[in-house]
């Protein structure tokens, strides 16, 4: 049996993707990373010269992509339309289209739907920042990984330090800062913990630690299911 669902929420470069991608693999679950698809849907309108603000036309857009998750060894890869999008999404300007373009209701909605579909079937574990609220209420497990800004920030510009990328700790800083702003405040489906999420803060923790803590309580919910 493998019905469990699993939902992990929080601000960007909490460490979710780390954590969520090591929980699925030691439960042999799908992991299903929401974020790459707005990033997704940013990067397509770019290439269109759609507007990250043009609510319509961006709702057009997202309808007709098509998305395939595939892993090749460690690396998820992200196919949109048959076209292998993974390293063009993973760009602090991506990171804010991304962001932009969730704002409007006529992309979530689409995306959503395509969040459940995948969701429905249980043994998942999917990450983002409305999946508890929204996209799977019902999930069994919901985590919300929090981090403080500062630790968040480091995380970040190590990663793209280590991609061999110029960056400076402070602009990344207030990129993240205002992303997060965007995202809490936005009024459709706000980043914030859904009421019977676990809150987990991984400033002090590995991401090994903080990865386990989930395991645990995944097998504390559902221990028939992992
Ligand atoms: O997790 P990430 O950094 O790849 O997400 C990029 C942006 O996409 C994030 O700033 C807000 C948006 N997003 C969202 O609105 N809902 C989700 N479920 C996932 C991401």
Redesign the pocket.
Known sequence: MSSLTIAIDGP?SSGK?TIAKLVARELGFQYID???M??SVALMAKRRGVAWDDAEALGALTRGLSFTFAFSGEQLTVHVDGEDVSGLIRTPEM?QG??DV?KHGPVRESLVAVQRGLGEMGGVVMD????GTV?LPGAELKVFLDAALDERARRRHRELLDKGEDASYDAIRDALAA?DHQ?RTRAI?PLVPADDAVILDSTDLTIEGAAAVVLELARSRAPQAV
């Open positions: 960007g993707g929401t974020g790459a707005y990033r990171g991304a962001s969730s983002g920042r409305d999946i996209v992303r995202d489906a």
